[in-house]
């Protein structure tokens, strides 16, 4: 081992056992270009530091393995149990201390993974470092869009749910932590990246529940998506935009409500994405036919946005709005009559249809299977069960604790001294506004 290392190690060994975390993680930063160069020997850096005691200087050296493992062509599996060891073994402490660069490391651990065709075997890894970092369950931070792209891409969401399913009250950014920590944000990659990571969260967030099928709580994602305030338009938001269309339209059977204040959708979204416009038009139309052509035309663009899988639950959830239709109109109806009124291929397709709508709560109805006959009926449910009484004070409490939350967060911004001091200048500029004004010349003039 050179001895630039040896002084690293020295170094690392030193500051840490007299607790100087803090001066350890200014320093450390200077020494990862020293580290990247000498990539083949930092296995024997490792073999001298403990990850418990040593945490901060093991961190500086995953960082710079991860830096160089594209272009030093390392061993998968090698550089994954290593990551995993870490996050397993590490110092929460003294990792509070370089957040920045832990950020960092599992931006480059997430895309190495993916590089290799390892997803599976980073989501864990990922879990556990959001459980390590975040100081509340209901804080963001930009590991959340890595482990969802994991999750996408090994199509394994038993993980990522219920980091999904926890409403976000705080967010983390690098650029916090490094002003927090008084670094430079030139030295880290990701300074400048944090709305580019909060946008990924909500955009891969969406495709989850899509995938699982939960269209509320994907439309949800994909509206803080492309409601966020921006100047420009961002790939990430055009893209979030096109699935929030067709989500819409399978959830509410029309374009979902967007905030009138966002003015990046009618300035750059809508003339990008006029494919999808066309589809919801079409859709309004309640014609399956017409709709079914609408995607065949556009059939190119949908497989090259990846929609394609999305278009087609568009059709199916149009022929449900059609059949939920019939309800209103009829008592009873023949398949083959169901089949025609929504534009299905055969009663077989209809009886498939109306069957799953029943499994799932959708309709109410039932066959008669010897004459073909559909009896549609009214919701039995009378609202008078223990289930039903669980089911509406669970739903209260939620609500109760989701009004203290928004209290809470109220009197955190009304306490601001930012906030305050923005308030009272605008009372100070209201108040100059009411005295009139003098000129020395006629305006008009």
Not at 127 to 137: C, E, F, N, P, V
Not at 160 to 169: A, G, N, R, S
Request: charged fraction near 20%; aromatic fraction near 10%.
């Amino acid at each position: 081992m050179g001895s630039a290392l040896e002084n690293y190690v020295n170094q690392v060994r030193t500051l840490s056992a007299s607790g100087s975390y803090r001066e350890l993680a200014e320093e450390l930063p200077e020494s990862l270009s020293l580290l990247a160069r000498n990539w083949m020997i930092l296995d024997n850096v490792l073999e001298t530091l403990d990850m418990q005691q040593h945490t901060l200087g093991v961190l500086y050296v995953l960082l710079a393995k991860l830096h160089s493992a594209t272009t030093a062509n390392a061993e998968p599996v090698q550089l994954i149990q290593l990551m995993r060891d870490f996050v397993q073994r590490n110092n929460a402490e003294q990792l509070r201390f370089a957040v920045c660069a832990f950020y960092e490391t599992c931006h480059l651990f997430s895309e190495f993974v993916v590089q290799k065709n390892f997803s599976i075997l980073g989501i864990r890894i990922l879990s556990r470092a959001i459980d390590q970092i975040r100081q509340l369950d209901t804080q963001l931070t930009p590991i959340h869009a890595d482990l969802c792209l994991l999750s996408l891409k090994a199509k394994n969401f038993s993980v990522v749910l219920p980091y999904l399913d926890t409403d976000i009250t705080d967010i983390s950014t690098v650029a916090a932590e490094c002003k927090t920590q008084q670094q430079q944000q030139s030295q880290h990659a990701d300074a400048n990246n944090d709305a580019k990571y909060f946008l990924l969260y909500y955009y891969y967030g969406g495709m989850i529940y899509t995938a699982v099928k939960n269209y509320e709580r994907a439309l949800y994602f994909f509206e803080v998506c492309i409601t966020t305030p921006a100047m420009a338009m961002s790939h990430i938001m055009l893209e979030a935009y096109k699935k929030f269309l067709m989500v819409s339209l399978i959830v509410e059977g029309k374009i979902a409500y967007i905030p009138k204040n966002t003015q990046v959708i009618g300035r750059f979204m809508k003339p990008m994405a006029n494919h999808y416009h066309d589809l919801v038009n079409v859709y309004a139309n309640s014609s399956s036919e017409e709709l079914r052509i609408i995607i065949l035309k556009y059939s190119e663009a949908f497989t090259r946005d990846n929609n394609m899988g999305l278009a087609k639950q568009v059709a199916t959830s149009l022929y449900k709005r059609n059949i939920q239709r019939l309800t209103k109109t009829f008592l009873t109806l023949s398949l083959s009559d169901v089949a025609s009124r929504v534009q299905l291929s055969s009663a077989v397709e209809a009886e498939r249809y109306i069957l799953n709508m029943i499994k799932s709560g959708e309709i109410y109805a039932s066959i008669n299977q010897k004459d073909g006959m559909v009896l549609f009926k009214d919701d039995p449910e009378k609202y008078n069960s223990p289930d039903m009484f669980l089911n509406v004070q669970t739903n209260i409490t939620h609500v109760l604790d989701q009004v203290r939350q928004i209290n809470k967060m109220e009197e955190e911004i009304i306490l601001n001294p930012m906030y305050v001091k923005k308030a009272l200048g605008s009372q100070d500029d209201d108040l100059t506004s009411q005295h009139p004004k003098t000129f020395s010349g006629d305006p008009t003039d």
